[in-house]
């Protein structure tokens, strides 16, 4: 009998113990709130916070021109790829001292593209855009022409590009 009493009590116990432990380390219910914080850019730490120093995932305003001017970089890249001197549907196809040809066009790599937009001091041109690409030079050789136009062409250099836009009148220029 008094083994048995004894084995209730620490099954008691143990199961006790097993929903204490459990409830203690449950998450609580209260749903949790991202919050923003704005914190001032490196360097004084006792630097107020303005609109000029800003962080950029806290000013929507430049959030929203930096994705205005994505949209309108992708587009601009696409009109240059279309309009190049030297674009697929234009390559240059030149004859080699041996006697093979050699084709050579360009195209912009759209996945090298890097859009930045900051903001001016100028009350005119309240913001300037930065794009940056690489223009990849790629190069085909064949007997003859047409056979270069369906070769394999493969990337021999890569050329860094830059261009400044500015927001004006409400569109970038």
């Known amino acids: 009998m008094f083994k048995l009493i004894i084995s209730a009590?620490?099954?008691?116990?143990?199961?006790?113990?097993?929903?204490?432990?459990t409830?203690?380390?449950?998450?609580p219910t209260t749903p949790k709130v991202p919050m923003a914080v704005a914190v001032a850019p490196p360097g004084n730490a006792n630097t107020p916070i303005t609109g000029q120093n800003l962080?950029?995932?806290?000013?929507?305003?430049?959030?929203?021109?930096?994705?205005?001017?994505?949209?309108?970089?992708?587009?601009?890249?696409?009109?240059?790829n279309r309009n190049h001197r030297l674009s697929k549907s234009r390559m240059?196809?030149?004859k080699q001292?041996?006697?093979?040809y050699l084709a050579r066009f360009h195209r912009i790599d759209s996945e090298s593209l890097i859009c930045k937009v900051r903001r001016s001091k100028s009350k005119t041109i309240p913001y300037v855009g930065v794009l940056r690409?690489?223009?990849k030079v790629f190069e085909a050789t064949g007997?003859?022409?047409?056979?270069?136009?369906?070769?394999?062409?493969?990337?021999?250099?890569?050329i860094p590009n830059r261009h400044i836009f500015?927001?004006?009148k409400g569109s970038w220029q």
Request: with cysteine; aromatic share 12%; glycine share 4%.
């Open 23 to 27: 409830s203690m380390t449950a998450e």
């Open 166 to 168: 500015s927001f004006k």
């Open 9 to 21: 009590c620490l099954a008691v116990f143990l199961t006790g113990s097993f929903f204490v432990s």
């Open 55 to 80: 962080p950029l995932y806290l000013d929507e305003d430049l959030a929203s021109k930096h994705a205005d001017f994505s949209r309108f970089a992708k587009s601009e890249v696409r009109t240059l």
């Open 92 to 94: 240059q196809i030149v």
């Open 133 to 135: 690409y690489k223009e």
């Open 143 to 158: 007997a003859s022409p047409e056979a270069c136009r369906q070769g394999e062409f493969i990337p021999v250099a890569i």
């Open 97 to 100: 001292d041996d006697g093979s």
